[in-house]
């Protein structure tokens, strides 16, 4: 199973390093009685009214494995184990850290990710094809992460209460159409423009994410869904502007080189498949 990138040496925005996981060491089911990873949960979430507060604290009693209040504490993977402390336990394994790090949630984080698609064209309008492979060239929309300057497809996390369909459209027109900074008139015309587009599209992965911000106790999942414009009639036309947590967007050419956030270019790669565009 996917866990790279959230064993890497140092934990994202800290100075906190991870103990070190080999490969064969990552399931639980592994003994691995040396294993001592050092605790972590970024300050940065303390009293936020959207963040969980800490397990100890007598007041908080999550409903792990279910829907808590308007909290989706279930897992894409199945149920999860929580350890004799009252933890949830990572569904991949061990990560070399434990708490919750710059996660909100104990347990899963769920988060939707809008994979938006066109064809690649000439000048003269036509789809251009790779002189290598004769397929079509794909190109999707991508955001530069803000805080780690790395390219991602721009989704974000499902709010409370929220419709995974309502948050990949929100993310998109937040991220990469800069909804946010435009007037209620201009907001309500670029909602009713893509609404529809937005309407219906082809799950491409639901489960866990490879993210560099996981950890034993805390870690992010998702649903990744492609939006594909095939005559650049809808998304193609707009202007993009990065708005939000992006400080850049712009469209991009599909290809095995492109190196994304967590794993994304693999939602990307099972697009391209699902296309039978270039790869």
């Not at 390093?17 to 003994?31: A, L, S």
């Not at 209620?184 to 560099?212: M, Q």
Request: some cysteine; proline content about 5%.
């Amino acid at each position: 199973m996917l866990h790279h990138k959230c064993r890497q040496s140092l934990y994202p925005f800290s100075g906190v390093k991870r103990f070190e996981v080999t490969e064969e060491k990552i399931p639980w089911t592994v003994e691995y009685p040396e294993y001592k990873p050092v605790a972590y949960n970024a300050d940065v979430l303390r009293d936020k009214p959207w963040a969980d507060p800490d397990i100890q604290e007598a007041a908080f009693k999550p409903k792990w494995n279910t829907v808590d209040g308007n909290v989706n504490r279930r897992s894409f993977t199945g149920d999860y184990a929580i350890n004799a402390s009252g933890y949830p336990l990572n569904p991949v394994g061990r990560t070399g850290i434990v708490g919750r790090g710059l996660l909100g949630r104990w347990g899963p984080n769920h988060a939707a990710d809008p994979i938006v698609t066109r064809w690649k064209r000439d000048n003269a309008g036509a789809v251009q094809l790779d002189r290598h492979t004769k397929k079509p060239v794909l190109q999707f929309v991508a955001i530069q992460r803000r805080d780690s300057g790395e390219w991602a497809i721009p989704g974000g996390m499902v709010d409370p209460g929220e419709a995974v369909s309502a948050t990949l459209m929100r993310e998109f027109m937040e991220e990469a159409l800069n909804f946010l900074q435009k007037d209620d008139a201009e907001k309500k015309t670029l909602r009713d423009s893509i609404a529809h587009f937005f309407a219906k599209g082809d799950e491409i992965y639901k489960g866990y994410v490879d993210d560099p911000r996981n950890t034993d106790n805390a870690w992010m999942e998702t649903v990744a869904v492609n939006f594909h414009d095939d005559d650049s009639s809808v998304v193609g036309k707009l202007a993009l502007k990065a708005g939000d947590d992006a400080r850049n967007v712009r469209w991009i050419d599909t290809n095995c080189q492109i190196n994304l956030y967590a794993n994304h270019g693999e939602f990307i790669r099972k697009t391209v498949s699902r296309r039978d565009a270039h790869w």
